[in-house]
Structures are given as structure tokens and as C-alpha cells.
């Protein structure tokens, strides 16, 4: 046999093993991590869809944010975010005024899922990704690009490691349209 006939046969055989293994359903390169992803989407993906909202108020910040997740994986939202620092006067300590946190106040939109993915470690994690840019073209921070922990939704609360966590690592949003407070 001669080197053309070998290479022609090998070409022949690599063609026949290509169209062999061709098939509709895809192949996940992590089955579990699809499985868990589409367990996880069916338990939470009807409570989580709708408007959310999250507002704290402490010393020297406050904020507060309302976040709408549709049901075609698009994200909405708005955030007011203000601080306030401790200056002292003629020996006194004072507040100054409440003044805007830069390029993290106004209007957002995006998307967001639920997926179960393995972490450095290999141990398997609810999280809850948040992809979002500011609505004006201007500001040069992103709203979102965020893959926090997920914990849990039902009709009434949204519990994910978001931007303000409380001392427990989890920040829980509210069901609702709202408007902040200050």
C-alpha cells in the first residue's frame, strides 16, 4: 500500500467515526452541573421572576436597590446608593451631607439566570448570575457583572449573596415595587 491509499483510508475511517457520532441532543461537557441547573431553574425561576427591591440604611451609607427579573432572562433595574463621612469642626464631630456614591445611582438592564456550577474546589454551588450595564451611556462602571451565591426564593423574599450582604453573607430582597426612603 502506498502512502496515499493509508492516508485516504485513515481520512475515510476519521469521516465515518465523525458521522457515526452524529446526534441531535447535545453533550454536556458536565451532565450533573446540567441536570442540577435544570432542577434548579424549575424549583425557582417561577418565584423569582417579577420586581424586587432591597433597601439599607446604616451610619455613614445608605442604599437601596429594585431589581426586575423577566421571565426571557432579561434584568432590569435601579439603584440609589449615597454615603456620608465624619469630619471633625472647631473640635467637633459632624456628618457632612448625604452625597451620591459615583456612577452607582440611576437606571440598569441586562440579564440573569440560575446555574449550578462547581467552584474551585469541585464542590457544587447555587448561583444567581447578574449581567448589567447603566442605562447611561456616560458612566463607565458596569451596573452588573456579578455571579453571587444563590440560597433561596418563594413568593415573599430573594436571598442571594448580593452588594450589601448583612453580617450573615446574604442580602434578601423584598417582593415589590418600592421607592427608597431618602
Not at 17 to 44: I, M, N, V
Not at 55 to 83: C, H, M, P, V, Y
Not at 114 to 129: A, P
Request: negative net charge; proline residues 4%.
Amino acid at each position: 500500500m502506498n502512502k496515499k491509499t493509508i492516508i485516504t483510508a485513515l481520512l475515510a475511517l476519521v469521516a465515518l467515526a465523525f458521522a457515526s457520532c452524529g446526534s441531535d441532543e447535545p453533550q454536556w461537557a458536565d451532565p450533573e452541573a446540567h441536570e442540577k441547573t435544570e432542577q434548579l431553574r424549575e424549583q425557582y425561576t417561577p418565584f423569582i421572576v417579577g420586581t424586587w427591591h432591597y433597601e439599607k440604611i446604616i451610619e455613614k451609607q445608605r442604599a437601596f436597590e429594585q431589581l426586575t427579573f423577566n421571565t426571557d432572562g432579561t434584568l432590569g433595574g435601579r439603584r440609589k446608593w449615597q454615603s456620608r463621612q465624619v469630619v471633625t469642626i472647631n473640635g467637633q464631630e459632624q456628618y457632612t451631607d448625604w452625597e451620591d456614591v459615583p456612577d452607582e445611582n440611576g437606571t440598569f438592564k441586562g440579564t440573569w439566570k440560575l446555574v449550578w456550577e462547581r467552584n474551585m474546589s469541585g464542590v457544587g454551588e447555587n448561583r444567581l448570575t447578574l449581567i448589567a450595564d447603566w442605562d447611561n451611556e456616560n458612566n463607565p462602571v458596569i451596573a452588573y457583572s456579578h455571579n453571587p451565591l444563590f440560597a433561596y426564593a418563594d413568593a415573599t423574599i430573594l436571598q442571594f449573596a448580593g452588594n450589601w450582604q448583612n453580617s450573615d453573607g446574604w442580602t434578601i430582597y423584598e417582593r415589590g415595587e418600592a421607592e427608597p426612603s431618602f
